[in-house]
């Protein structure tokens, strides 16, 4: 853990994080049937997925759209069930333990944060609603009086005035919203929550304030959160540690600081290069998003695919530092030669030198 974050938490009288797993995947494939109902095609998602997160941490998961990072989370939380491998969370095995869609006292231990708090909000109920029915399902408030009060430490909490209970969804703003989204996941007291893209459809002025709160939760709670995102910057900002997937598959995960500050896989260079510009106000570009896309998906056409050997012969893990892998052929343990000889393109050595 970089000095930078244990300073931080230091200074803030924080919860530090244990350095003990709360959920640990491990070989996890996810396959999705394709061609219809009569087809015996598959697609091959996740392609045995290895990723650890620690108690009290902020693990970022990062990779272009479709590298299945949604379909990690939504495997965590029971939404999705995987064709095979082992994950435990708390220690115990939940495949094994838990019935295919999660149970309640499984849901009271890991919540999942929608990209789209207006989905996850039927604009038929109050906020008020939305929180009295996470508390008292989960028995959280078995009193008229322990409800209020928890209803007004849940506001608290994320920042959000106490006269708000009694509006609808469509009568917040889009952060309000997440932060109602938030609140909610909080009522039921979580160990673990999976946000995905939960800042993605919100303004950047908004964005900033979201990763503050999901970062007092790690800091003051002890919360663990597993926070997807496409925006490395943000990821750098909040995660204790970042876990990089490309086409199903994790090609790089270390401490954040260390690794974006020396990327060691082509692929992570490729996307650190297109860091979007924190400054720029407004919600993602499509047209730039789209440019990006095709750089990112062009690191399949690396100097090196020409040998055919990643196609042949899958990478393994090599170990950069302690803590922090790489899965590349070409990886070498002398990390400036490697990166000159790993790079792709001259803007990835330009923007992350
Ligand atoms: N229910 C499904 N049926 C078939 N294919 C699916 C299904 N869900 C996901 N996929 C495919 O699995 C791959 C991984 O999807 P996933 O949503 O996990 O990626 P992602 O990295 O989260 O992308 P994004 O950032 O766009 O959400 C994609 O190719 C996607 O099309």
Redesign the pocket.
């Known amino acids: 853990m970089s000095a930078t974050t244990d300073n931080a938490r230091e200074r803030a009288g924080t919860v530090a994080a244990d350095g003990a797993p709360v959920v640990e995947i491990r070989g996890l494939v996810?396959d999705?049937?394709?061609g219809g109902l009569l087809s015996r095609g598959r697609?091959r998602?996740?392609g045995g997925i290895d990723l650890d997160v620690r108690r009290g941490e902020i693990m970022a998961?990062v990779?272009?759209?479709?590298?299945?990072?949604?379909?990690?989370?939504?495997c965590v939380a029971r939404l999705?069930q995987p064709t095979s491998g082992t994950l435990r969370v708390d220690g115990v095995d939940v495949l094994a333990a838990e019935p295919r869609r999660a149970s309640r006292a499984y849901r009271a231990k890991v919540q999942m944060v929608f990209?789209d708090p207006f989905g996850s909000l039927n604009p038929a109920h109050r906020v008020e609603h939305f929180l009295t029915r996470a508390l008292v399902l989960h028995g959280r408030a078995t009193s008229a009086s322990t409800l209020k009060r928890r209803l007004t430490e849940l506001l608290d909490t994320v920042d959000l005035d106490h006269a708000l209970l009694d509006a609808y969804p469509h009568e917040l703003s889009g952060g309000q919203r997440q932060r109602v989204a938030i609140a909610r996941a909080l009522a039921v007291e979580p160990e673990v929550i999976l946000a995905?893209?939960p800042t993605s459809m919100l303004d950047v002025s908004v964005r900033i304030g979201i990763l503050n709160l999901m970062r007092r939760l790690r800091d003051e709670r002890g919360i663990s959160l597993l926070y997807?995102t496409?925006d490395l910057a943000a990821a750098r900002y909040i995660a204790d540690r970042t876990t990089v997937?490309f086409a199903?598959e994790v090609v790089e995960a270390g401490e954040s600081t260390a690794l974006m500050a020396g990327p060691a896989h082509p692929y992570t260079r490729l996307l650190l290069s297109a860091v979007p510009d924190p400054r720029r106000a407004g919600t993602f570009d499509p047209a730039e998003r789209a440019a990006l896309r095709a750089q990112v998906l062009g690191a399949t056409t690396c100097p090196y695919a020409a040998d055919g050997r990643c196609r042949d012969d899958a990478p393994v893990h090599h170990v950069v530092e302690p803590g922090w892998t790489v899965r590349c052929h070409r990886y070498r343990p002398h990390a400036e030669v490697a990166r000159r000889a790993l790079d792709v393109s001259g803007t990835a050595t330009a923007q992350t030198a």
Request: no cysteine; glycine share 14%.
């Open positions: 996810k999705f049937p394709v697609f998602a996740l998961l990779g272009e759209s479709g590298s299945g990072k949604s379909t990690i989370a939504r999705e990209q995905d893209e997807i496409h997937m199903g």
